[in-house]
């Protein structure tokens, strides 16, 4: 591969890091072709960009980017695909539901909402993660909650005292 060539891909690369919020690192080693096809299907599915990388080239990219990933550059080791995506827990939920039927692709290393993580061991985590809307819509719910409670309080009393005042007027 020339030099321009490189520089091209690591380009590409960084503006795609740019693009997408959240990244994960995967190892697809040793997957026939009719699985990586099916992963591959199962990725455009769910809005993830599945990448095959050099590990250098990926590297440089980071590097250009500024990202703070720290450990990811030690999990850049063999074969690495790159999932983008911009939701956060979407990655591992689609990974751990292919690994009912498939063995791979493990995660070697994500980068979601600005943290890092490393290992194939934090799949759950990563799964139970909720996104940043997630997160707000939350928030929103549970100050709307007392607000809610607080009308519906006074709705329900006002209907008491509308039917004690008719009482007592009939009477």
Do not use: W
């Not at 980017?65 to 063999?78: A, R």
């Not at 956060?88 to 939920?93: D, E, F, L, Q, S």
């Amino acid at each position: 591969m020339r030099k321009k060539e490189k520089s091209d891909i690591i380009n590409s690369l960084a503006e795609t890091l740019k693009e997408y919020s959240h990244f994960y690192l995967t190892d697809t080693a040793q997957l026939n072709a009719a699985d990586t096809s099916a992963l591959r299907r199962k990725c455009f599915e769910n809005q993830i960009k599945l990448v095959v990388v050099k590990n250098t080239l990926l590297r440089r990219a980071l590097e250009q980017t500024g990202l703070e990933v720290g450990e990811l550059i030690s999990e850049l080791k063999g074969a690495t695909a790159v999932m983008f995506s911009n939701n956060g827990n979407t990655p591992a939920k689609m990974i751990r539901e292919f690994r009912k039927s498939h063995p791979k692709p493990l995660i070697k290393g994500a980068f979601v909402e600005e943290s890092v993580y490393t290992g194939d061991n934090l799949i759950e985590t990563l799964a139970a993660l909720k996104s940043r809307e997630e997160l707000i819509g939350d928030i929103i719910m549970l100050l709307q909650s007392p607000a809610k409670n607080v009308i519906s309080a006074l709705q329900s009393g006002g209907s008491k005292i509308h039917g004690v005042l008719e009482t007592l007027s009939k009477k």
